[in-house]
Structure formats: structure tokens, C-alpha cells
């Protein structure tokens, strides 16, 4: 079983629609969970990150943490074209101070 | 956010040459910084930790003959890939961090190494 989980996609919603990426993972001592935005060809810039289980929004970004199901999502409310990237999950293990990154889901927001 | 350059954004050398890879926090001290690889449609992985003054900690399966990590400065980290082969093409990325572990770490530009 991988570390990290996301389904590689592409996922594709309308442009206005909300995008639900999702993430799960393996580890129950993980304590922090970020998401990151790549796009082809360049490194990865963190959107949002969570501690706490429940919800936590940033702008049209919403990240949701539940760790009894070992499950972290992003939502991208208002989906704009310029969404359109590969979004990274990554887990920060509890035992080993590292982190992980899920190989990502690609979204193509449809103008 | 902080700002963290990576230089060069693209290299291409020939089989057996050495390359060199720089990782500079330009707005802080950055007391840890960390490698990854990228291949194409795959994950970012961890090659190796690296702390200001002291030997870098490499992953499993990383060999550290071949990829050489300096973190001679807070400010500055090196990676050399030597007797570079095809294989080694890879989009390199670093990150750094102030704290010890990667978390909110900022990351470079990444360096897409080709050997021909």
C-alpha cells in the first residue's frame, strides 16, 4: 500500500464548478497534510496546509482533514481555467519527521 | 512566502561529466534543506536531508558517492550528480526549511537535467 494516495486523474469540471480532489493515507501518526500546486514543468508552491481535523478555508480553497478515515481533500470553489495543474497531497509521517507526496491528481478546469 | 533559487533551471551534459546544482535561500536561514527527483508523470522523491555543517542524510536507494549534498552555508546547498548517465535525467528539485523537518518548506525553481 503506498504512503500517499490520489488518483492521477485528470479530473475536468466546468469553469465556476467546485473541484474535489482527494487524498488518503497510511500512516495514523501523521500530523500535518498540505496540499501543493504544480504546474508542467515547475516545482510545487504549497496552497494550503492542516493540522486539525474539520475544515479550514483559504480564499476559494477549502481543505478538510479527517483523520479517524485517514482522508484529507481540496476544494477549489469558482474553478478558473488557471486552475488547471497538478495538485500534490503531502503527509507529514509522525514517526519519521518526513514528508510524503501523493503523485497527484491533474485538473483541467473546462473554460 | 520565502524565496528560494535554484540555479541552473536547465542543464544538458554528456554521459560521465559531473553537474552542479545550487539551492539559496535569498530571504532566509535556512537550517534544513531537502532533494528531490522528479520523473516525468511521477511523484516528487526524497534523495536526501541536508543540514547546515553537518553530512547530508540519504534515502534508501540514493547513493551518496553519486549524488554529493553540501550544506556548507544557512543560505546555500549544493547537489552534484557525478559521472552523470542517461538514467539521471530528472527534474531536480530543492526545498528548505528553517526548522528541522520539511514542513512549510518553500521550493526552488527545480533543474531539468538531461545526459546525453
Known amino acids: 500500500q503506498k504512503e500517499v494516495e490520489q488518483n492521477s486523474g485528470p479530473l475536468s469540471v466546468p469553469e465556476g464548478a467546485i473541484a474535489s480532489l482527494n487524498c488518503t493515507y497510511s500512516d495514523r501518526g501523521s500530523q500535518s497534510f498540505f496540499w501543493y500546486r504544480q504546474y508542467s514543468g515547475k516545482s510545487p508552491e504549497l496552497i494550503m496546509f492542516i493540522y486539525s481535523n474539520g475544515d479550514k478555508e483559504d480564499g476559494r480553497f477549502t481543505a478538510q482533514l479527517n483523520k479517524a478515515s485517514q482522508y484529507v481533500s481540496l476544494l477549489i470553489r469558482d474553478s478558473q481555467p488557471s486552475d488547471s495543474a497538478t495538485y500534490l497531497c503531502?503527509?507529514?509521517?509522525?514517526?519519521?519527521?518526513?514528508?510524503?507526496f501523493g503523485i497527484g491528481t491533474k485538473l483541467q478546469v473546462i473554460p | 512566502g520565502a524565496v528560494v533559487s535554484q540555479h541552473p533551471s536547465r542543464v544538458i551534459c554528456k554521459s560521465g561529466t559531473s553537474v552542479k546544482i545550487e539551492c539559496r535561500s535569498l530571504d532566509f536561514q535556512a537550517t534544513t534543506m531537502f532533494w528531490y527527483r522528479q520523473f516525468p508523470k511521477q511523484s516528487l522523491m526524497l534523495m536526501a536531508t541536508?543540514?547546515?555543517?553537518?553530512?547530508?542524510?540519504?534515502e534508501q536507494g540514493v547513493e551518496k558517492d553519486k549524488f554529493l549534498i553540501n550544506h556548507a552555508s544557512l543560505t546555500l546547498s549544493t547537489l552534484t550528480v557525478t559521472s552523470a548517465h542517461p538514467e539521471d535525467s530528472s527534474f531536480y528539485i530543492c526545498?528548505?526549511?528553517?526548522?528541522?523537518?520539511?514542513?512549510?518548506?518553500?521550493f526552488g525553481q527545480g533543474t531539468r537535467l538531461t545526459v546525453v
Open positions: 503531502a503527509v507529514l509521517s509522525g514517526g519519521y519527521q518526513k514528508v510524503t
Open positions: 526545498s528548505a526549511s528553517e526548522g528541522a523537518v520539511n514542513t512549510e518548506a518553500f
Open positions: 541536508s543540514n547546515e555543517g553537518s553530512k547530508a542524510t540519504y
